[in-house]
Each structure stands twice: as structure tokens, then as C-alpha cells.
């Protein structure tokens, strides 16, 4: 079962930071190096001070990005900067955003403590790999600010959105939290106190099986934080607070739910010839050739097929210097019969990003897991305009195009316990840093 749990949340004093624009970011994990030092010099309070701080040559075990955020986080407490709520309370928030589209859209969810599960149990469901090396430095993080700074992304299927429903009937008239950020995104946060409303809330997610949608490490890296824990107390205190985790919860059939398609771009790949690889993709797939300067392959649907409505997996593809972009639609009792060949599982063979990182990059480009697995060689983009003319420019060799993960392929391939690989969906917007932390003080309980 998923049980969840009000907390006692810590945030920003808005008599002290009245524009929360200001202190707010993105997730840690999609932050340029660039945006990292403009959010820093925004404002000396600015959440990036705790969630990603700027290194130092000097840095040693005793004064570093992870030490500083702490004595950070201390120093706020002490000027007033940081406050908490007085009674454990489930965040109700509405996020206002506009879609790939451009249409206005509203999603809904709740901030909560959520009981950590490891996967085994089957109650807790990840869908994308992780990296050990992003794990271990967030542990070192986390150890050294004791809380959550950031909640992990989750789903849960309900389709009357009953859920939501009873804890927006539960705040009060006016938001705690209300602004607009600099990307446009408008927040709205109610802290919901009231007993039979979060009493009712936790007895209605107990038979939710729960989704990661973003923050697998993140989710890890609590359950090692916990480990360590149990540990030093030589014991298991099920309501002790290192036991939760912080997570931010929507509806799988929310209206406002959006995924965006995560296209990669490749740097590095050396001599390689782009027109052997056009004919070697042959032997799996069915090739067309666009030419945006006179006027074909303009606009995304061409590059891959109707928006992902298609049943076939299209996949689109461009090199530096070329003025063409191909379309590469997959063969798909070759591309199959290739990826049995592998051991791949039933419910992968069919998902578009399976296909271009085992098949394209894999065994047609023959790139191996070290070279992208190295940032450096590969880059991720969720705008198509935007990555296709960073091929043009030059500072990428080649680039891949593909449609979105659908969300009910996130369902049935988390619910089958399988894993996709690494940047398959981009769950978007994201959940941002700054609205609310959970301390977890030695000795405290949840609740």
C-alpha cells in the first residue's frame, strides 16, 4: 500500500521574501551550468544556494557546496528566512502553465511525506535506470542538510480524481503560496491541516500503487539515506521522519499531466560517415529524405510522424553540414527480431526511445554505454526547433528526434517492473525547488 503523511514543512518567510520568483528553480538535474550562476546572483537567498551550490578550488571534506548549503539552511532558520508550518499539513498546489501548444492548462496535485518502499515491494514502481555517481552526491547532500530539499515527481491511477477533490475541499479560501515565476509558470499552494480531510486523504491512497515520474535518484538516494539511519539507531522506528519521503503526487489521468518528447543530440562521434549509416539503418527501417530549405519537413509532424499518433515508431534524424532530415520509420518484424536477438522484453520492443537507443545508437551508429553514459557526448532536448538548430550550428554531430512517452507506456512497463532507458520521458513542467522543504531532525517522527 502507499501511505502518505502530512508534515510539518519548512519555506520561505514571504514577509522577508515577499517575491518568491526570486528564491525559486527548476529541479537540480536540469540546471545549465549558465542558469546556476544566474540564479545565484538573483538573489543571496536563492534556493540554488542549497539544491546546487558553486564549487570552489579551495573546497576540502569540511567546507564544500554540500557543507555550505547546510550552514545555509541553519543561517536562514536563524534570521527568519525559513519558517515552519505549526501543524503537519499535505500541500495542496495548482500549477498554471502552457502546453507544447500553447493552450493554457492547469495541473493538480499535493505535496505529502510518502512512507520510502523499496522496489521490491512492488508498491513503489520506477520506470527509467539511474547513475550511482548522481546518487552518491546527492547522499552527500542529503546527509550533510538532514531534509528533503526537493520532492520526487510521482503518479497514482485515479480516475475520478476522487483524491483531489477531497483535499481541495479541505483549504481555505486563499493560497499561502501565489506568483508567477520567470519561466511563466503561475503557483498556487494551500497547506491543508484539517484531521478528517488528511485522514480521509490517507485512507484513500492506501491501495495506490505509486509511479516515479522524476527523481529515481532522488528516491534512491532517501532509501540509502534511510539505511544509514537505521544504522546508527540499531533499530526500525516505522514513524521516524528519515522513513518518508518528500514527493509531490498527481492524478495519472489529470488533465494538466504533459509529457514532452526527449530528443538527443550526439558530439564526439569522431569520423564517422553519415551516409553509411543511412544505409546500414536500411536494414531495419524505411527511409524518407526531407529538405527544409525548399520547404519539406518544416514542422514536427513530418519529422515523425502525426504527433505520435502513428503505430509505427518514426524516428528522425539529422547530421552537421547536412541540409536533410530523414525520417527513419521502422521495419518492424526486422526491428523486433533484432531486439529478441537482445532479450528484450515484449512490452519494450514497440517503445520509440527502446528502439533508437538499442537499435539506431546501439548496433546501427555503434556507440557503447560508456560513451553515453559520458555527458560530454550526449545532450537531451525537448524542443524540436531548438535541438535541430544546434545540429545546424555545429556544435552537435548528429541528432535523433522521436515522439513522447506515452503515459500509459510509463503505467504498463513500471507495473511489469521493467526499466527504460536513461531520459525516456520528461514530465513536464517540473516540480520546482523552494516551495516547500521536509526537515528530517534526528529523533523527530513524522507524525
Not at 502553465?97 to 492548462?105: E, I, N, Q
Request: charged residues 25%; negative net charge; glycine residues 6%.
Amino acid at each position: 500500500m502507499a501511505e502518505i503523511a502530512p508534515f510539518r514543512g519548512q519555506r520561505y518567510n514571504q514577509k522577508k521574501i515577499p517575491d518568491l520568483a526570486q528564491v525559486v528553480i527548476p529541479p537540480y538535474d536540469v540546471i545549465s551550468p549558465e542558469e546556476q550562476k544566474v540564479f545565484h546572483e538573483r538573489n543571496p537567498y536563492n534556493f540554488i544556494r542549497l539544491e546546487l551550490g558553486l564549487p570552489a578550488s579551495e573546497d576540502s571534506a569540511q567546507d564544500n557546496p554540500h557543507t555550505r548549503a547546510a550552514a545555509f539552511i541553519r543561517q536562514w532558520v536563524d534570521q527568519g528566512i525559513f519558517i515552519r508550518n505549526p501543524h503537519p499539513s499535505i500541500y495542496y498546489t495548482e500549477l498554471d502553465f502552457k502546453d507544447g501548444s500553447g493552450a493554457s492548462r492547469t495541473r493538480k496535485g499535493f505535496i505529502c511525506a510518502l512512507r520510502l518502499e523499496d522496489f521490491a515491494s512492488g508498491r513503489v514502481l520506477p520506470h527509467e535506470k539511474t547513475f550511482r555517481a548522481i546518487k552518491d552526491e546527492r547522499l552527500a547532500l542529503m546527509l550533510a542538510c538532514n531534509a528533503n530539499l526537493s520532492p520526487i515527481f510521482a503518479l497514482y491511477p485515479d480516475s475520478d480524481e476522487k483524491i483531489l477533490h477531497v483535499l481541495a475541499s479541505g483549504r481555505s479560501a486563499d493560497p499561502a503560496i501565489h506568483f508567477t515565476d520567470f519561466f511563466g509558470l503561475t503557483h498556487r499552494v494551500w497547506p491543508v491541516t484539517h484531521g478528517p480531510i488528511l485522514e480521509q486523504v490517507h485512507n484513500l491512497m492506501v491501495d495506490k500503487p505509486i509511479f516515479i515520474a522524476d527523481g529515481h535518484h532522488r528516491y534512491e538516494t532517501a532509501l540509502s539515506y534511510r539505511n544509514v539511519f537505521r544504522e546508527r539507531e540499531g533499530a526500525v522506528n516505522p514513524n521516524a521522519s528519515y522513513e518518508y519521503v518528500m514527493v509531490y503526487l498527481t492524478d495519472m489521468d489529470e488533465p494538466g499531466l504533459t509529457i514532452l518528447p526527449t530528443h538527443r543530440l550526439l558530439r564526439n562521434l569522431g569520423a564517422w560517415d553519415p551516409g553509411q549509416f543511412i544505409e546500414k539503418a536500411k536494414s531495419c527501417f524505411d527511409v524518407q529524405r526531407f529538405d527544409p530549405e525548399n520547404g519539406e519537413g518544416l514542422g514536427w509532424k513530418d519529422v515523425i510522424g502525426a504527433g505520435g499518433r502513428r503505430k509505427e515508431t518514426t524516428i528522425g534524424f539529422c547530421c552537421r553540414g547536412a541540409r536533410f532530415i530523414y525520417v527513419l520509420t521502422a521495419k518492424r518484424e526486422a526491428v523486433s527480431s533484432l531486439l529478441a536477438s537482445k532479450k528484450t522484453p515484449d512490452l519494450l520492443k514497440t517503445l520509440d526511445v527502446v528502439i533508437l537507443d538499442q537499435v539506431l545508437l546501439r548496433d546501427i551508429l555503434e556507440v557503447s554505454e560508456q560513451f553515453l553514459a559520458n555527458e560530454h557526448n550526449i545532450a537531451f532536448r525537448h524542443d524540436f526547433s531548438e535541438a535541430f538548430e544546434e545540429i545546424k550550428s555545429g556544435r552537435y554531430d548528429a541528432g535523433f528526434f522521436i515522439n513522447h512517452t506515452r503515459i500509459e507506456q510509463v503505467r504498463e512497463i513500471a507495473s511489469a517492473g521493467l526499466i527504460m532507458p536513461h531520459k525516456s520521458t520528461y514530465f513536464y513542467p517540473k516540480v520546482t525547488s523552494g516551495l516547500v522543504i521536509n526537515p528530517l531532525y534526528p529523533g523527530e517522527e513524522i507524525f
